[in-house]
């Protein structure tokens, strides 16, 4: 074999090991890939057993489609939980007056978050919201404005699609336009990293969920501003039914009192319903969802 000869095998040994190589990595991404991607996408029928139905909810068909009716009452999966991840459905409803719910990251003693559609508010700067809910209280008039809320039209009488983006301590809602997010939550506020996922409030078809790998979690909170009083006590919780308001505490009532040491969040709330639950009643306005 002469010197040319030696080169020529030399280089084609070179392209036949490096074409193998080349060829098994993509080989190994592309099943990696697709394990992954089947391991994400996961429809979930509207009569599935997979639902836990609570209250008024039920498997129906409305606008021509098999779905399920969640009016009062709640449609979860059943043994799931999930970190990060996406979730698609398609939602329908008259347009009167009442929220369209998504629950996520779902804990046993109420705690959760939670994005929803007010469709009797299509339009307005709070026609879509995001909120924790806190020892089973919805804190939306806490947490309201930028993050919380934003203007979103929302169809009635027809089905449309909404999209839910879970990563880390932020969140992405999408109506209808899966371009472009109608609402970015940059900053979770229950803490909680890993629970269900419920319905609620609405006619919900062609559900879907896939989960995502985890990413870091990082907070975005807003800065706190100068001179804000972070430090504060907290008492135990008091029945007003039980006491006489009229009155104040008693020297030995206030002596024996335990006060619990809390910090303010950002950008200066002392949120008590993460400290305290609140009494179980059900406001006025959830007897007549009539009045706008």
Known sequence: MNTRQRALHGYFAR???????????GAQETAETKKLKAAQAESIPTDSPRWQLEGKAKATEYLGRPCLWVQGGRASLKDFEMTDGVIDVDMAGSGARGFYNILFRTQGDGNSEVVYLRPHKTGLDDAQQYTPILNGAAAWQIYNGPGFTRAVDIPSGVWFHVRLE???????????????????????????????????????????????????????????????????????????????????????????????????????????????????????????????
């Open 15 to 25: 392209v036949l090991v490096l074409t193998l190589a080349v060829t098994h990595v």
């Open 166 to 292: 879970i990563t880390g301590a932020q969140a992405k809602l999408y109506v209808n336009d899966m371009r472009e997010p109608s609402l970015v939550v940059n900053d979770l506020k229950s803490g909680i990293r890993k629970g269900g996922v419920g319905l609620e409030g609405a006619y919900f078809s062609n559900f879907e969920i896939r989960e995502t790998p985890p990413v870091a979690w990082e907070r975005h909170e807003p800065a706190m501003p100068a001179a804000t009083i972070t430090k504060w006590s907290l008492s135990p919780s008091l029945d007003a039914l039980e006491r006489d308001l009229e009155r104040p505490l008693s020297k030995s009532e206030a002596a024996a009192m335990k006060w619990q040491d809390i910090s303010a969040e950002p950008p200066g709330f002392v949120v008590i319903n993460r400290y305290r639950r609140m009494p179980d009643v059900t406001p006025t306005f959830a007897n007549d969802f009539s009045i706008n």
